[in-house]
């Protein structure tokens, strides 16, 4: 008798699922999120929008844009045949009420999806995690550009916050005028942040870490919760897990490889 594990990280569960609760929760939420990417990917859509984070702003090019991003589109395509995909795979082609078969548009597919009570069910349901996963950093790339100055730590010598793109070696202070290196930065944020005990959002912990130069992604955070090497220490108010930054940064000196 072979045990049934979740497609995603091997933790036995019941006959008849694919995924495991927290799998099952970590996809839908991730369904979730696709929604307002969506928006912000139709609103990219048009070349004459600057698109600065999730609120493009419209801006004035020197010369006549194209009318629409190809790249967007093509993106936005994808996106829809994989939402689409598994919105069948859940709901099931009946060829007697062939209407049924018709999908709603890709929030509507995402949704419908996130909530439905056949996707820790489903067999192929790791492909259609991993086609999400896969699509969002791409997604991200799109509406997030990175050459988006963000807060990076506090000035070493007065203390107020200073920003950078993600490329920048340098920054000057805006008030002090000092000009110190991006990582020195980053890391006295990492190393106060540790002291303080503090818990952040997996997400936040992977690019805290990653600014201070340490290669740990999000995804790496939370294979790390699954396999109870770090519990979350509460959840934030937007009702997230967090976790002490002390005990994230800890696992990095030993952690073994992923297999
Ligand atoms: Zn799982
Ligand atoms: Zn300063």
């Not at 801006?59 to 967007?72: F, G, K, Q, S």
């Not at 999908?103 to 996707?119: F, K, Q």
């Not at 349901?125 to 963000?150: H, N």
């Amino acid at each position: 008798m072979s045990v049934t594990v979740c497609q995603i990280c091997d933790t036995p569960i019941d006959d008849g699922y694919t995924l495991c609760p927290a799998c099952e929760l970590d996809f839908a939420l991730l369904l979730d999120q696709y929604v307002p990417w969506t928006h912000a990917l139709e609103a990219s859509l048009d070349a004459t929008l600057h698109p600065g984070g999730h609120q493009p702003t419209r801006i004035i090019t020197p010369t006549a844009p194209t009318p629409l991003r190809l790249d967007v589109l093509d993106h936005l395509d994808l996106l829809a045949s994989i939402a689409q995909g598994l919105w069948r795979r859940l709901t099931g082609v009946n060829i007697l009420k062939w209407q049924r078969d018709l999908c709603p548009d890709i929030i509507g597919c995402l949704t419908d999806a996130a909530m439905h009570s056949n996707l820790a069910k489903i067999p192929d349901i790791g492909m259609y995690v991993s086609q999400f996963q896969r699509l969002k950093p791409k997604t991200l790339a799109i509406i997030d550009p990175l050459d988006r100055a963000t807060p990076i730590g506090q000035c070493l010598t007065c203390g107020l916050t200073v920003t950078a793109t993600r490329d920048a070696e340098t920054v000057t202070c805006p008030v002090c005028g000092r000009e110190q290196t991006a990582s020195a930065v980053r890391l006295d944020l990492l190393e106060r942040s540790i002291r303080s005990g503090k818990a952040f959002t997996a997400g936040e912990c992977a690019r805290l870490l990653r600014g201070a130069g340490y290669r740990v992604s999000v995804d790496t955070v939370y294979s790390w919760k699954h396999r109870g090497l770090i519990d979350p220490s509460g959840r934030n108010d937007k009702g997230q897990p967090v976790y002490r930054l002390r005990d994230v940064a800890a696992r990095l000196g030993h952690d073994t490889p992923d297999d």
